[in-house]
């Protein structure tokens, strides 16, 4: 059966010390749950975080990786660098990487080439801007995201791969995409995958939903057939908050 994940994405906040004070608030009171927990802290936080959530059932994770293996990229970070810090997961493709440096989706075709070869499991990012879906076009957006950024890899590697559609109109705008917003688009890609490579796949992918997810709307979101769980900024970084998202996973 496909996972269940809520994934807190917390972009450039929390310094060191917000980060271990957040893990341990985080620690103290996950509950249980069939989810699975992820979170993604800055770099620089990263091995304190593994360190923190050695032992417990929270996944940590990094929110961009260089596509290279190493070499003259000044201010990047590469797949061995994650991998020595004991960072399995890469969150790629997020609208914000798209959209303010510059990542198109032939760049993330190699990002997820470099992450699946080195074993990584990769949380993909993609979703329509606003003017995209009141034209109506966010279903070949979405398509066009997928087929030129994820779809040629091989179906083996399909097995490391959660996707995470998050429109951008409800990144951060308090405008949540409604339930059966979500669940219309999720089925739509659930749809794509069983033609592009196959049902068993397109079962077994998960399949998360982000943007402006909260306590008091992840459970409806949550209850769509087609959605496996969020992907949340905002409300990732209180824990009171973002544990009652994962509460919102029956
Ligand atoms: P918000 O939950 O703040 O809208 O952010 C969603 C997001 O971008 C997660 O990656």
């Not at 069939?34 to 927990?37: L, N, Q």
């Not at 405008?175 to 409604?178: H, L, M, P, R, V």
């Not at 069983?194 to 077994?204: Q, Y």
């Given at each position: 059966?496909?996972k269940?994940?809520?994934a807190g ?5 929390n310094d060191l010390q ?15 749950t069939?989810?699975?927990?992820v979170?993604a ?15 417990t059932?929270i ?15 000044t201010?990047?970070v590469?797949?061995n660098?994650?991998k020595s810090?004991?960072v ?21 075709a190699?990002?997820v080439?470099t ?15 606003l003017a995209d ?7 070949n957006?979405v398509e066009?995201?997928l ?12 097995d490391?791969?959660?996707l995470?559609y998050?429109?951008?109109w409800?990144?951060?705008t308090g405008?949540?995409?409604?339930p059966?917003?979500a669940q219309?688009?999720h089925?739509f890609?659930?749809?794509?995958i ?11 992918t ?10 008091d709307?992840?459970a409806?979101i949550?209850?769509?057939p087609d959605?496996?769980g ?5 409300a990732?970084?209180k824990?009171?908050d973002?544990?009652a ?5 029956q």
């Open positions: 059966m496909r269940k994940i809520v994405n917390w972009k450039m906040n917000q980060t271990e004070a957040l893990l341990d608030d985080l620690i103290a009171n996950t509950p249980e069939i989810a699975k927990i979170v802290p800055s770099f620089v936080s990263l091995t304190t975080a593994v360190a923190k959530t050695h032992g059932n996944i940590v994770a990094a929110q961009n990786m260089h596509q290279a293996e190493s070499g003259a990229y201010g990047e590469s797949v660098m994650l810090a004991k399995n997961t890469v969150i790629l493709g997020h609208s914000e990487r798209r959209a303010y440096f510059g990542e198109t989706n032939a760049l993330l190699k990002k080439d992450s699946l070869a080195h074993g990584l499991t990769v949380i993909f990012c993609f979703g329509e801007e879906r009141q034209s109506g076009n966010h279903f957006v066009s995201q087929r030129e950024g994820l779809f040629h890899i091989a179906q083996s590697g399909w490391s791969v959660v995470a998050e429109p951008v409800a990144i951060g405008e949540t995409a409604s059966e917003q219309e688009m089925a890609i659930r749809n794509l069983s033609e592009a490579v196959s049902p068993a796949v397109a079962e077994e998960s399949i998360l939903y982000g943007g402006s997810v909260k306590p709307n992840a409806e949550f209850g769509k959605v496996d969020g992907l949340i900024g905002g990732a970084l824990a009171a973002f544990l998202i994962v509460n919102g996973i």
